[in-house]
């Protein structure tokens, strides 16, 4: 704790006129974690010439996160923290935390101290030098690799099959202007692919390659079903592809079947003794069909959910409580 007191700044007799930057940070169980992460922000802006606003968005966690964002907030008013009522998801909580930030820029981290903080000098380099959107990107991971190549792959897929061009390799960390927040803030979706959606604001993008670390401690949020929801969020939100693809592949699969039956009966007609059809073609077409539908119908519900998910125009978070807003 004496090595977070010497970090925090003596209090200002005059306001500041320096421009304000908002580092935001996502947080669900990270007790472990927090008040490292908070001192390597805190000694990577150090001389820095711009005030600085922390915003920990907390997740519900039920462990003691928010207690020890609250001693952090006690002794640094330039940390806030933003309480959610219940636990809103991967995607709905860190969004809300970025939309409701106030800087200039604003720099997204999670706080798993997977992500430096030790790039943040050389995102605002990089924005003081025009960028809109600096992102860093991970080419190589120290996480799994089996995990490390299907994310590259689906990258390199969504990059395929969607309209737009997206940022290989991101994870959302990096820096973001004012300006492109402003946008994304005027589109107001309520479950957003936050990658995909700068994406299709088309603002040039500086990439910063760096190798992410392995998680030290605390276990890791992500798991098969999370990963799935954020790959499929990509997908239906930016592409018509799958959905294209079923269409076409069930018109093909009728005409193929509607031909079958044809040259089936022609041959039967020909070969009326000696051509049995047999129960085995018939068993093998029936679950080849229906292995189709079910994952069309899964594509096409992908797309319906996307839907009902927008027209319900839900909040994003419900906030519990504010602290030093």
């Known amino acids: 704790m004496a090595e977070i007191q010497s970090l925090v700044p003596a209090p200002s007799a005059t306001p500041s006129e320096r421009a304000l930057i908002s ?4 947080c669900y169980n990270e007790q472990d974690n927090v008040d490292e992460l908070y001192v390597r922000i805190k000694a990577a802006i150090a001389g820095l010439d711009y005030d600085f606003e922390l915003i920990f968005i907390d997740n519900h966690s039920t462990d003691r996160t928010v207690e020890k964002l609250k001693l ?58 025009g960028y809109k959107l600096v992102l ?31 940022v290989n390799d991101s994870t959302g960390f990096g820096l973001y202007d004012k300006e492109v927040l402003d946008q994304v803030r005027k589109i107001d979706d309520p ?27 605390g276990i890791s949020k992500n798991n098969l079903y999370t990963l799935y929801d954020i790959a499929m969020l990509g997908i239906v939100s930016h592409s018509k592809l799958p959905i294209r693809i079923a269409t076409f592949a069930g018109f093909t699969m009728g005409a193929a079947s509607v031909l079958a039956a044809i040259v089936f009966t022609i041959l039967k007609f020909v070969f009326w003794y000696s051509y049995p059809i047999g129960i085995a073609p018939l068993v093998i077409g029936l679950f080849f069909f229906f292995g189709m539908q079910f994952l069309f119908v899964g594509i096409l519900g992908e797309y319906v959910s996307s839907i009902h998910t927008y027209v319900q125009k839900r909040p994003t978070v419900v906030e519990q409580e504010r602290v030093n807003f």
Not at 82 to 109: C, D, E, K, M
Not at 137 to 163: C, M, N, T
């Open 23 to 26: 580092i935001v940070t996502p």
């Open 72 to 129: 952090l907030a006690a002794a640094d008013p330039t940390v806030k923290i933003i309480v959610n009522t219940r636990n809103f998801g991967h995607i709905r909580s860190p969004y809300y935390g970025i939309i409701q930030s106030r800087g200039s820029a604003t720099i997204y981290l999670a706080s798993d101290l997977q992500d430096p903080p030790e790039l943040i000098p050389e995102f605002i380099k990089h924005w003081e030098e």
């Open 136 to 166: 860093a990107v991970k080419p190589v991971s120290q996480g799994s690799r089996v995990v490390q190549a299907l994310r590259r792959a689906y990258y390199r897929l969504l990059d395929r099959i969607s309209e737009i061009t997206v």
């Open 191 to 217: 479950y957003p692919y936050l990658r995909g959606l700068i994406s299709e604001l088309g603002y040039e993008v500086k990439q910063i390659p760096f190798n992410q670390p392995r998680r030290s401690r």
